[in-house]
């Protein structure tokens, strides 16, 4: 199922020097598309005007995990944090099976350990936690991987295939290499345009094409 990407178009009052301007994208939905660029390139701006442009264009409802979690972290403790979200009862035994997932040794303990106790991985770990849970049709996840492990990277990519086997569309803005192979479609931003669009094998198999230049970085294959 393709991916049409609508045009986006965000301005900061007080700065001159960067305004986000991309045209749509219809990308092949094979997999999960990763957004690609250097630091200041746009890609977190990208992935906020997607969430707040496209629920009002065509009714989708992107989910936006952002990069700094205090924008995200409302509440006290993830049980409030989620109750807030749902308005609903819980699934405690399938909220601590997640948490164990994402490297938590004592699951029960942190479904109402206070936010402001936690190390930023921890926080960021149990913001991928609330996204997971909530099981959404259209994800945008910005640098998931800041704080957390190479092992608790494969469970994240474990979860993204899991819900794109409900015919989830996941978007993930990564610098890690090992996130942009695995994806089926590769945006590549510089100054909030997209300079190169298409299948990932296809961009990082042509010789002229630099993925270095969109500050990705390589690290060892997850054992």
Known sequence: MSITIPALSRQYPGNDQFTLETSELTLTGGGYVCVIGKNGCGKSSF????ANQDKLQSGHNWYFLPQ???RFLFAENLVEQLTNLLAQELDLNRLKELLQDLGFSDPTGMLDFPFILMSGGERRRIALVCAFYLDPDYLILD????????????????????????????????HSYEFVKGSSD???LDMGRVQRVGRTRDILADSQFE????????????A
Do not use: W
């Open 186 to 188: 590769l945006i590549c």
């Open 143 to 174: 640098e998931p991987d800041i704080g957390v492990t190479a092992k608790e990277n494969m469970v994240l990519l474990a979860k993204i295939h899991n819900l794109q086997a409900k015919n989830a569309q996941v978007i993930l803005i990564s």
């Open 68 to 70: 700094y979690m205090e």
């Open 211 to 222: 993925i270095k230049d969109y500050g990705v970085r390589f690290q060892q294959t997850y």
């Open 47 to 50: 992935g906020e005007a997607l």
